[in-house]
């Protein structure tokens, strides 16, 4: 049974900073990733990184301000979210993918978290 737990969402104030986590169960996977999904906007993609060689992605928005890593011998994926801004507020939900075609597209991902809230005040 395949499991995604996130955690490390909350509240902080603009310009700081907080680290998510999602820990996967059941098994590994060829990807995992990030999307976000801000009140009243459709759910986008944040960033992703592949198992086996560690290559990130990221989206324009969030590049140079976060970074994604994994814990392979943990099979744990992190977002190290840096300079928030209050856009960057949303539920943010952890993904993996056991196999795909483009780690920026949603469709594409196997197994969801239930999603953490991270809120940046101004």
């Known amino acids: 049974q395949v499991q995604l737990v996130e955690s490390g969402g909350g509240l902080v104030q603009a310009g700081g900073s907080l680290r998510l986590s999602c820990a996967a169960s059941g098994r590994t996977f060829l990807a995992m990733g990030w999307f976000r999904q801000a009140p009243g906007k459709e759910r986008e993609f944040v960033a992703a990184?592949?198992?086996?060689?560690?290559?990130?992605y990221y989206s324009g928005s969030v590049k140079g301000r976060f970074t994604i890593s994994r814990d392979s011998a943990k099979n744990t994926v992190y977002l190290q979210m840096n300079s928030l801004k209050p856009k960057d507020t949303a539920v943010y939900y952890c993904?993996?993918?056991?196999?795909?075609?483009?780690?920026?597209?949603?469709?594409?991902?196997?197994?969801w978290g239930q999603g953490t809230q991270v809120t940046v005040s101004s």
């Open positions: 990184i592949t198992w086996s060689g560690a290559n990130t």
């Open positions: 993904a993996a993918a056991g196999s795909l075609w483009s780690v920026t597209t949603m469709r594409d991902y196997d197994f």
